[in-house]
């Protein structure tokens, strides 16, 4: 915003300027979210300078229309394909992420000693939730015991090597050399979310299992997305 308004005293800044100013950032390709963000945090902070009424807080502001693009999560043997290709580094955190929904930033934030052994599962602390509360991924056996076999004794060690950049780049290669439609790590999510829908799992067990704070938001993304309904074998892909 501020190539746009920066030089402009606060108190000249009138509604017609914010309609201006979503116009413009929709011509240079800016998306819905990140224009309303925009709008959001000029109306902080002419609320901090004491405009009132604000313009950015104008029932007038309009946002651009924008279609939500159709979400098309990785079948079951895209998922399989990329593995066989990406590095062994990050082999484990794939598999995490196909099981659990999990966002890929939360499980990088994971340490040794967020592990537990007994009931074989991970907590997914508070801070790295989008729902700010803790979140336990049980595990599956034989991925369980993948896991572990790769843990140490520093309980402040992270569970997964690398980090979640490397990883988008190493799935986005290997998509590339199998052949098969590029998928990031989010698009796991999808996946696991519509894998829990296609088994019959209640909105509400879903929300809790992947950390989804909207149910609403879940069932109209998700009610008819899955063309690919199989599990992936971890026991023989891990063995």
């Not at 966002?103 to 602390?125: F, K, Q, T």
Request: charged share 30%; glycine share 6%.
């Amino acid at each position: 915003m501020l190539p746009l308004l920066g030089e402009r005293p606060v108190d000249e800044i009138t509604t017609a300027d914010v309609n201006e100013l979503v116009t413009t950032l929709a011509e240079k390709g800016k998306r819905r979210e990140t224009i309303r963000k925009s709008v959001k945090y000029l109306a902080a902070v002419l609320d901090e300078c004491g405009r009132d009424p604000n313009p950015a807080r104008a029932k007038s502001i309009r946002l651009p229309h924008e279609e939500h693009e159709e979400i098309l999560p990785p079948a079951a043997s895209h998922v399989e394909a990329v593995y066989e290709r990406v590095g062994d580094v990050y082999k484990l955190a794939l598999l995490l992420l196909d099981w659990s929904g999990a966002r890929v930033s939360s499980i990088y934030e994971a340490r040794v000693g967020d592990y537990d052994r007994i009931n074989r599962r991970i907590r997914l602390r508070a801070s790295t939730t989008k729902t700010r509360k803790a979140l336990w991924i049980e595990l599956p056996a034989e991925l369980a015991t993948a896991i572990e076999s790769t843990l140490g004794d520093d309980v402040d060690a992270p569970i997964f090597q690398g980090n979640a950049d490397a990883l988008r780049t190493a799935i986005g290669r290997a998509c590339r050399d199998a052949g098969v439609p590029l998928w990031s790590p989010h698009d796991l999510r999808h996946r696991r979310i519509s894998l829990l829908h296609h088994q019959g799992r209640s909105w509400a067990e879903i929300a809790r299992f992947v950390g989804q704070r909207k149910l609403s938001l879940t069932a109209d993304t998700y009610t008819h997305v899955l063309s690919d309904s199989r599990e992936i074998n971890y026991g023989e892909m891990l063995g």
